[in-house]
């Protein structure tokens, strides 16, 4: 099965910075990778498909990047709204889908 | 607007049984993929299983921890999808969430969650 290391497992960081959560994969997954938001109590919420890809509605601070098997959610300035744990997932055809270990935001 | 709304969960002893239920609308439920994804107490998300549609196959697959116990269906008439666990395991404790899968390789549309204890 492919494994996802997701890091740091927490942060906290002030309003209006830059923030970014890293996901490595142990072997190529083709960018089958997708990030989620996660507020306490609640449904994770999609923000990234297909590792580059904006789910609609989702607000253009997020973005999404990747180089070989490591990847890169970014939020572009960090607004009190984004207090959250965020997840990524990736998927293989065995079928697998797999979530890193989360990272919580903290502003 | 896309919604699920889950029914079902509880509190069981090791050994019983539960089903859980997720009603969708807002979507062509015939055409889509669905799948079941749990979370324990503190932990990360884990996938439990995925049934395509009829018109794709229907074929489920289930993750490893549950297969053989845990069981995905689906009626189409009524816009539902069941997980019927069996055999649950104190390590089964978890919110259960339906969601759809209408590309692949994510998960877009996600229910309110299912508190699902076992515990003797």
């Known amino acids: 099965d492919i494994q996802m290391t997701q890091s740091p497992s927490s942060l906290s960081a002030s309003i209006g910075d830059r923030v970014t959560i890293t996901c490595q994969a142990s072997?190529?997954?083709?960018?089958?990778l997708s990030w989620y938001q996660q507020k306490p109590g609640k449904a994770p919420k999609l923000l990234i498909y297909?590792?580059?890809n904006l789910e609609a509605g989702v607000s253009s601070r997020f973005s999404g990047t990747a180089s070989g098997t490591d990847f890169f959610l970014t939020i572009s300035s960090l607004q009190p709204e984004d207090s959250a744990t965020y997840y990524c997932?990736?998927?293989?055809?065995?079928?697998?889908?797999?979530f890193g270990q989360g990272t919580k935001v903290e502003i | 607007e896309v919604q699920l709304v889950q029914s079902g969960g509880g509190l069981v002893k090791p050994g019983e049984s539960l089903r859980l239920s997720c009603t969708v609308s807002g979507f062509r439920f015939s055409y889509g993929w669905m799948s079941w994804v749990r979370q324990a107490p503190g932990k990360r998300l884990e996938w439990v299983g995925r049934?395509?549609?009829?018109?794709?196959?229907?074929?489920?697959d289930y993750a490893a921890p549950v297969k053989g116990r845990f069981f995905i269906s689906r009626d189409d008439s009524k816009n539902k999808v069941y997980l019927q666990m069996n055999s649950l395991k104190t390590e089964d404790t978890a919110v259960y969430f339906c969601t759809t899968v209408t590309v692949i390789s994510y998960f877009d549309y996600w229910g309110q969650g299912s508190l699902v204890s076992v515990s003797s």
């Open positions: 297909d590792a580059f």
């Open positions: 049934i395509k549609s009829e018109t794709d196959g229907g074929t489920i």
């Open positions: 997932q990736q998927f293989d055809n065995r079928p697998q889908y797999t």
């Open positions: 072997e190529d997954n083709r960018n089958y």
